[in-house]
C-alpha cells in the first residue's frame, strides 16, 4: 500500500505534459490547418516549413501573424473496480497558439525570422487527478478491513494541472543557387517551461471501531492511524501536494532543400536537428520529503532530459492544372535517438505524418483547400501511462485563402483529429497479494480553429 501511494505521488510530477514525450508541434500556421501537407510551401510559412522554398517570394518584406485556438480533451477510464469513478477527462484549452513570420527577398537571397510554440502550448486540467493517483487510495477500504477495522467506502480530493510551452525563435538565411535549385540553413532557439502543480488531500474512509466511537460515518485516514498507533501510515494518508516548475533552453541547426525540375513541380527536403534539452527543477513545493529525506523526490535543482527530436520533412507540390495543386508531405521524427532519461526506449518505431492535400482557386483572389493526414506511434509495453500517452490519429483539415489585394491575404482554416483508442493491462496488488489485470483505455479528441493575416511590403 505504502508502495502504491508512493508511486501516485510520484507520477504527480515526474512526467512532462508537453503533448506526451512526443513534443514536437507541426501545426505552425493557419495555412497547416487549411491542407495539413506544407512540406512544399512558398507562402510566408515556408519558414517553418521549407525555408529553402523563400526565394520564390516577391522581393521586398513579407510578414504574417496566425493564431490558433484549440480544444483538447483526453479521457482515460480504468476497469480496476475498487475506484470511486472509472473515467477521468484532462481539458485542454489553448486559446492562444500564435505564429509571426518576418522575410526579407533581395535577388537570389531571403532572411527570415519565425516565432511560435514548437512544443506544448496548452494547460491540462484534470479535475479529478489521474487513475494513477487514486489506485492506491482506493484500496484502503479492502486493507483496513483485512486489519479487523470494516470499512466500506473511501473517498479524497484529488487534482493535477501542468502547463507546457516550448517558444521557439528561428532565424534562416536562403539562397537561390539557380532558377532550379536553392538552400536554407537555420537555426532554432528553444525557450522550454514547464509548471506542475497538484495534490492528494482529504483521505477519507468509514471505519467500524466502536472502541473508539467509530460507527461507520467517515473520517480522515491519517486521523484514523493515528488513532490505531499508525504513525507511519498515518503520515502517509496525511494532505500531500507539490508545486514545480522546470525550465532549460536548447539550440536546433535545420538544413533546406528545394528543387523545382519543371513547372509546376516542387521538390523540397527539411532536417532539422536533435535538440538537446536539459529541464532543471524550481520546486516550491514538495511533500514528499517526509517519505524520501531530506530532498524529497523533486529536489530543487535536479534535472532530467527532455529532447526534441530531429526531424527529416519531405515535400512534393505539383500544378495539376493552374488554378489546381496537389501537396504531399512526409515527416519523420527521429524519437528513438532522443534523450528522455530512458522513456525513448519503449519506442517500437519511429512517428510520422503522412498528409495529401489539395488547393483550387475559385476566383484570382479565393482560393479553397482540403487536407488529409495520418498520424502512425508505435510504442512497445510500457510507454503509455495516464499521465503520458500518444495516439495514432487521422486529421481531416479545411479552410480557404482570400488575396483582398496584392500586398494583403487572410487564411482562414478547421481541424479535427479524430485519434485511434489505445490501451493496457496493469497488474494491480493490495500490498503483496496480486488482485489481477485490468485494462485502462485511452482516448482523446481534438478540434481547432485558425486565423491568420500576411503582409507583402513592395
Same mark, same amino acid.
Given at each position: 500500500?505504502?508502495? #502504491?501511494?508512493?508511486?501516485?505521488?510520484?507520477?504527480?510530477?515526474?512526467?512532462?505534459?508537453?503533448?506526451?514525450?512526443?513534443?514536437?508541434?507541426?501545426?505552425?500556421?493557419?495555412?497547416?490547418?487549411?491542407?495539413?501537407?506544407?512540406?512544399?510551401?512558398? $507562402?510566408?510559412?515556408?519558414?517553418?516549413?521549407?525555408? #529553402?522554398?523563400?526565394?520564390?517570394?516577391?522581393?521586398?518584406?513579407?510578414?504574417?501573424?496566425?493564431?490558433?485556438?484549440?480544444?483538447? %480533451?483526453?479521457? &482515460?477510464?480504468?476497469?480496476?473496480?475498487?475506484?470511486?469513478?472509472?473515467?477521468?477527462?484532462?481539458?485542454?484549452?489553448?486559446?492562444?497558439?500564435?505564429?509571426?513570420?518576418?522575410?526579407?527577398?533581395?535577388?537570389?537571397?531571403?532572411?527570415?525570422?519565425?516565432?511560435?510554440?514548437?512544443?506544448?502550448?496548452?494547460?491540462?486540467?484534470?479535475?479529478?487527478?489521474?487513475?494513477?493517483?487514486?489506485?492506491?487510495?482506493?484500496?484502503?477500504?479492502?486493507? @483496513?478491513?483485512?486489519?479487523?477495522?470494516?470499512?466500506?467506502?473511501?473517498?479524497? %480530493?484529488?487534482?493535477?494541472?501542468?502547463?507546457?510551452?516550448?517558444?521557439?525563435?528561428?532565424?534562416?538565411?536562403s539562397y537561390a543557387l539557380s532558377d532550379?535549385?536553392?538552400?536554407?540553413?537555420?537555426?532554432?532557439?528553444?525557450?522550454?517551461? /514547464?509548471?506542475?502543480?497538484?495534490?492528494?488531500?482529504?483521505?477519507?474512509?468509514?471505519?467500524?471501531?466502536?472502541?473508539?466511537?467509530?460507527?461507520?460515518?467517515?473520517?480522515?485516514?491519517?486521523?484514523?492511524?493515528?488513532? &490505531?498507533?499508525?504513525?507511519?501510515?498515518?503520515?502517509?494518508?496525511?494532505?500531500?501536494?507539490?508545486?514545480?516548475?522546470?525550465?532549460?533552453?536548447?539550440?536546433?541547426?535545420?538544413?533546406?532543400?528545394?528543387?523545382?525540375?519543371?513547372?509546376?513541380?516542387v521538390l523540397t527536403l527539411r532536417y532539422?536537428?536533435?535538440?538537446?534539452?536539459?529541464?532543471?527543477?524550481?520546486?516550491?513545493?514538495? $511533500?514528499?520529503?517526509?517519505?524520501?529525506?531530506?530532498?524529497?523526490?523533486?529536489? %530543487?535543482?535536479?534535472?532530467?532530459?527532455?529532447?526534441?527530436? !530531429?526531424?527529416?520533412?519531405?515535400?512534393?507540390?505539383?500544378?495539376?492544372?493552374? +488554378?489546381?495543386? !496537389?501537396?504531399?508531405?512526409?515527416?519523420?521524427?527521429?524519437?528513438?535517438?532522443? /534523450?528522455?532519461?530512458?522513456?525513448?526506449?519503449?519506442? $517500437?518505431?519511429?512517428?510520422?505524418?503522412?498528409?495529401?492535400?489539395? +488547393?483550387?482557386?475559385?476566383?484570382?483572389?479565393?482560393? &479553397?483547400? #482540403?487536407?488529409?493526414?495520418?498520424?502512425?506511434?508505435?510504442?512497445?509495453?510500457?510507454?503509455?501511462?495516464?499521465?503520458?500517452?500518444?495516439?495514432?490519429?487521422?486529421?481531416?483539415?479545411?479552410?480557404?485563402?482570400?488575396?483582398?489585394?496584392?500586398?494583403?491575404?487572410?487564411?482562414?482554416? @478547421?481541424?479535427?483529429? /479524430?485519434?485511434?483508442?489505445?490501451?493496457?493491462?496493469?497488474?494491480?496488488?493490495?500490498? #503483496?497479494?496480486?488482485?489481477?489485470?485490468? @485494462?485502462?483505455?485511452?482516448?482523446?479528441?481534438?478540434?481547432?480553429?485558425?486565423?491568420?493575416?500576411?503582409?507583402?511590403?513592395?
Amino acid at each position: 500500500m505504502k508502495k #502504491a501511494i508512493v508511486l501516485a505521488l510520484a507520477v504527480l510530477v515526474s512526467v512532462p505534459l508537453a503533448f506526451s514525450a512526443i513534443i514536437t508541434n507541426t501545426n505552425q500556421s493557419v495555412g497547416y490547418f487549411r491542407l495539413l501537407a506544407r512540406n512544399a510551401s512558398l $507562402d510566408i510559412d515556408a519558414v517553418y516549413y521549407n525555408p #529553402a522554398g523563400l526565394v520564390k517570394l516577391s522581393d521586398g518584406f513579407h510578414l504574417a501573424l496566425h493564431n490558433q485556438t484549440i480544444w483538447q %480533451d483526453k479521457t &482515460i477510464t480504468n476497469d480496476f473496480p475498487m475506484l470511486n469513478a472509472h473515467e477521468y477527462v484532462g481539458k485542454i484549452r489553448v486559446p492562444f497558439f500564435p505564429n509571426f513570420y518576418a522575410v526579407y527577398k533581395s535577388g537570389p537571397l531571403a532572411l527570415s525570422f519565425g516565432f511560435g510554440p514548437n512544443g506544448g502550448g496548452g494547460k491540462a486540467d484534470y479535475a479529478t487527478g489521474l487513475p494513477e493517483f487514486e489506485t492506491g487510495i482506493s484500496g484502503l477500504p479492502t486493507m @483496513l478491513s483485512l486489519m479487523g477495522l470494516p470499512t466500506t467506502k473511501y473517498s479524497t %480530493d484529488i487534482n493535477f494541472n501542468g502547463n507546457s510551452l516550448y517558444l521557439g525563435f528561428q532565424v534562416n538565411a536562403s539562397y537561390a543557387l539557380s532558377d532550379m535549385f536553392s538552400v536554407a540553413v537555420g537555426v532554432r532557439y528553444i525557450s522550454a517551461e /514547464n509548471t506542475y502543480s497538484g495534490a492528494i488531500a482529504n483521505v477519507m474512509v468509514n471505519p467500524v471501531f466502536p472502541a473508539f466511537g467509530l460507527t461507520g460515518q467517515m473520517i480522515p485516514a491519517a486521523q484514523l492511524f493515528a488513532m &490505531i498507533g499508525q504513525p507511519g501510515y498515518a503520515a502517509l494518508f496525511a494532505n500531500k501536494s507539490v508545486d514545480v516548475e522546470q525550465s532549460g533552453t536548447g539550440f536546433t541547426p535545420i538544413l533546406g532543400f528545394m528543387a523545382t525540375p519543371m513547372e509546376g513541380l516542387v521538390l523540397t527536403l527539411r532536417y532539422e536537428f536533435n535538440t538537446k534539452l536539459e529541464l532543471t527543477n524550481k520546486t516550491t513545493q514538495d $511533500d514528499t520529503k517526509a517519505l524520501y529525506p531530506p530532498s524529497g523526490l523533486f529536489p %530543487d535543482g535536479a534535472k532530467t532530459h527532455n529532447d526534441i527530436p !530531429a526531424l527529416l520533412a519531405l515535400g512534393v507540390s505539383y500544378a495539376i492544372i493552374p +488554378e489546381l495543386r !496537389a501537396h504531399v508531405s512526409y515527416t519523420l521524427t527521429f524519437d528513438k535517438n532522443a /534523450n528522455w532519461d530512458g522513456r525513448e526506449k519503449l519506442v $517500437d518505431s519511429n512517428a510520422y505524418d503522412l498528409a495529401f492535400g489539395l +488547393e483550387f482557386d475559385l476566383i484570382k483572389s479565393l482560393t &479553397i483547400s #482540403a487536407g488529409y493526414m495520418r498520424t502512425s506511434y508505435h510504442f512497445l509495453p510500457g510507454y503509455q501511462t495516464d499521465m503520458s500517452y500518444a495516439l495514432p490519429a487521422t486529421t481531416i483539415g479545411a479552410g480557404l485563402l482570400w488575396k483582398m489585394n496584392d500586398q494583403f491575404s487572410v487564411d482562414l482554416g @478547421l481541424i479535427n483529429v /479524430n485519434y485511434d483508442a489505445d490501451q493496457k493491462s496493469i497488474p494491480y496488488f493490495l500490498g #503483496a497479494i496480486p488482485l489481477g489485470n485490468f @485494462l485502462e483505455h485511452y482516448k482523446e479528441t481534438t478540434l481547432g480553429i485558425g486565423v491568420g493575416i500576411n503582409y507583402h511590403i513592395k
